[in-house]
């Protein structure tokens, strides 16, 4: 199979659509068999679910080739699940994980050209979401959903890549509800959460670090990772039920117990022992790790002591191993990788 002619190493995170996606519909009670299609565009009506009163859920997740050629894809599973408790918070019919995990192969084989090559520091990003597609007019559940998965070939999420620490503002914004909607990949979710980003960027921070919307005290995620933090021999996470369960993250803890032997510790992280920690970093799929080198609290700086140079010797070894085990170069745990054939 030949590669597309693309320039691997320079791709940025942003969209370009290739050749096929997966798409299944929802009508009367159920799914029908779903396809492979070329069809990059969806068609609705102007009263859909989604475009009225945002009934969309998403996920994200990578296609790998590994040093000896072959395309793997890490914890399918985890996603579908994911995307099985998003839909159903939002009141959409689930679309099945081990349909999900089927599409997911179907997507990277049909795709197979795009998967960047080993070493080019790209991945090929799978985007998979379901939406209310059928017509509303009072608040309520679509009548009709559809499922769809595409796939673009993405280079790092922050630019500069893994290496460089990036800056952080702490919010103003409130990120989730207490008994809202910060647990689930929710289109909705990302909305509000525009303004936060807009403001951040525009006065030279990469993320925002969100607290808890309670009692503004405790450490959240940002808008669009989990916060990991190591202090001594720990790896400290915060245990929150109003942020998203990264699949990352939750990797990462298992990386770093069984695999580096550090003590995990997921739990309560008030903001003010943020100075305390050795290394602070954000994960997720996008993302793996990046180091955060400054958190900026309304003008007071907590300078994270591995700096803004480079990034701390044990979330590079975390990273390291992490992205190990993705590309197959160190031995997974059992179910982790999938691979396409
Ligand atoms: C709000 C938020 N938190 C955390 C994550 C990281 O999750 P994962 O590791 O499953 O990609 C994401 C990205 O998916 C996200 O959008």
Known sequence: MEKKNLDWGKLTFTYQPTDYRYVANWEDGSWDDGELSTEPNVTMSESAGVLQYAQAVFEGLKAYTTKDGRIVTFRPDLNGERIERSAKRLVMPVFPKERFVEAVKQVVKA????????????????????FGIGPVIGVAPAPSYQFRMFATPVGPYFPGGAVTPIRVKVSDYDRAAPVGTGDIKAGLNYAMSLRAIDEAHREGFNENFYLDSKTRTNLEETGGANIICIKGNKFITPKSNTILPSVTRRSLEVVAKDYLGLEVEERVVPFTELKEMDEIGVCGTAAVIAPVGEINDHGDVIKVPTGMEECGPVLKKLRDTLTGIQMCEIEAPEGWIVEIK
């Open 111 to 130: 795709n197979a050209a795009w998967v960047p090559p080993f070493g080019s520091g790209a991945t090929l990003y799978l985007r998979p979401f379901e």
